[in-house]
């Protein structure tokens, strides 16, 4: 497989939160650049590129909702998690302008003065101008996750490959954290990653992806500079789920 050559047309990305903080940051412009930079990498290639992102790195929704601190409704407190999302997402779009990388933000929630509404055929119109396309504030609905919102995405711009970017090696067969005998897994059925109960996603997204978008989940760290033109480009690195 010749290294500058990608095996997909249409890619989306699914960046969790986490991959733009630091020890020091929860928004580290260093991380945020890494990130940029490895989106650059692709977008030379000629790959269209859609993204998601998270919001973990500020807050957490469910989380925010369970505190205990005062009582707040999930509603309330995933409309905040939104919000996260967009913060993540003007960032990433700041780093790519900085590459001179054109780029619109997309938000599923109307906030005319940070980022146009999300319209379907707008986005698509987006991608065939060559514009990297940052999908925020996740479908814009309470109780349902970033993950869901990267396999709908997907969808609609008729990704070849949903790719979801971490700070983690790939899928494990357990927690790496709590179980030193885990091992990565290369490949994996979705069926099989649903039976096994593994969590590298929401599985409520992961069922949407195995009924209705069919197609490729690369997981991988995308901080390890190379990483995604690799995967791009057909090497094994990380876990396929297909």
């Known amino acids: 497989m010749s290294k500058d050559k990608p095996i997909y047309k249409r890619v989306l990305l699914k960046l969790t939160g986490e991959v733009f ?21 692709i977008h030379k290639l000629g790959v269209d590129i859609g993204v998601v992102v998270g919001g973990g ?21 995933d409309e905040i998690g939104m ?37 379907y055929g707008r986005a698509l119109k987006h991608l ?26 997907a969808n609609q711009i008729n990704a070849d490959a949903l790719l979801k970017c971490t700070h983690i090696d790939g899928v494990y067969s357990d927690d790496p954290k709590k179980n030193q005998k885990a091992t990565l897994i290369q490949t994996i059925k ?13 599985l409520a997204a992961l069922d949407m992806a195995n009924r209705e ?20 480009c057909g090497s094994i690195i990380g876990s396929k789920v297909s």
């Open 213 to 232: 978008f069919k197609k490729p989940i690369h997981v991988f760290d995308i901080l390890k500079t190379g990483n995604l033109k690799k995967v791009l």
């Open 190 to 202: 979705y069926t099989d990653v649903m039976s096994a109960q593994l969590k590298f996603m929401d």
């Open 57 to 77: 790195n500020i807050v957490r929704g469910a989380g925010l909702a369970e505190n205990g601190y005062f009582k707040m409704t999930r509603t309330d407190a």
């Open 21 to 41: 903080a630091s020890d020091k940051y929860d928004l580290d412009a260093e991380s945020a650049s890494l990130i940029a930079e490895e989106i650059n990498s």
């Open 83 to 119: 919000i996260a999302t967009l913060i993540n997402a003007r960032f990433l779009k700041s780093a790519l302008t900085s590459l001179n990388i054109e780029s619109r933000v997309l938000s599923a929630i109307e906030i005319k003065s940070f980022a146009e509404p999300f319209i």
């Open 128 to 153: 065939d101008k060559r514009r990297v396309v940052i999908f925020a504030t996740g479908t814009g609905n309470p109780y349902v996750t970033t993950d869901t919102a990267a396999v709908i995405r």
